[in-house]
């Protein structure tokens, strides 16, 4: 016969046992929980991985007064100017709290994180918005330099030049090929000025001879 005290020093060391292993195991995944929480939250710093920040929005309003008058588009700056001026949520630290509390942090880190990658992503589109209004601009101010230039020119190959990078929509060596263009007008104009003066200096000279010789 089983004496009752054996049973219940059994049944005591039984309980410890499940205890412990129940500890053991539950600090276990507390630390599991803690260090995915510390590897999410390390990921979605800025120094470890990049993320647009609402300070961002200050360049871009300082790009903005320079652009809406450079750019084809002003629009486009406005958009970007707006988006950059969101404020995204706060990147929660990891707590030293049980696996549940940590997870539920962990969670809260990825959706910051997903905010911000959702944000790198739209103030991409905006400054391509803004680049590419940019560049129409350029090409359009080209353009228009072009066809004012026609006849006005020393050196017709600036504006061959110029045509050719207009054909090619190269916004920014045309910048170049549009100096060479207005700095052959502005030759062709002093040249013209000149010879304008010169002529007129000549005509002035001949009617003082021709009333010279008909008073002689």
């Given at each position: 016969m089983v004496r009752p005290a054996i049973v219940i020093t059994a049944i005591v060391l039984v309980l410890v046992l499940c205890a412990g292993g129940w500890t053991v195991w539950r600090h276990h995944e507390d630390t599991q929980a803690r260090q995915e929480c510390t590897r999410i939250h390390s990921a979605a710093l800025p120094g470890s991985q990049p993320v647009p920040r609402p300070a961002r929005g200050r360049h871009a309003q300082g790009s903005q007064g320079r652009d809406r008058r450079t750019g084809k588009d002003p629009g486009t700056v406005t958009t970007l100017a707006d988006d950059s001026g969101h404020v995204g949520p706060d990147?929660?630290?990891?707590?030293?709290?049980?696996?549940?509390?940590?997870?539920?942090?962990?969670?809260?880190?990825?959706?910051?994180?997903?905010?911000?990658?959702?944000?790198?992503?739209?103030?991409?589109?905006?400054?391509?918005?803004?680049?590419?209004?940019?560049?129409?601009?350029?090409?359009?101010d080209a353009q228009g330099v072009y066809d004012s230039s026609a006849g006005r020119v020393t050196d017709e190959n600036t504006r061959t030049t110029l045509k050719a990078m207009l054909d090619r929509k190269d916004a920014q060596a045309v910048k170049g090929a549009v100096d060479a263009v207005n700095a052959s007008v502005q030759a062709k104009t002093e040249a013209d000025r000149i010879a304008a003066e010169a002529a007129a200096q000549a005509q002035a000279q001949a009617q003082a001879q021709a009333q010279a010789a008909q008073q002689a």
């Open positions: 990147i929660p630290s990891c707590p030293t709290a049980g696996r549940d509390v940590v997870r539920k942090t962990s969670a809260g880190i990825g959706r910051a994180r997903s905010w911000y990658a959702r944000q790198a992503g739209t103030l991409k589109t905006d400054a391509k918005a803004v680049l590419a209004s940019r560049d129409a601009r350029i090409l359009a």
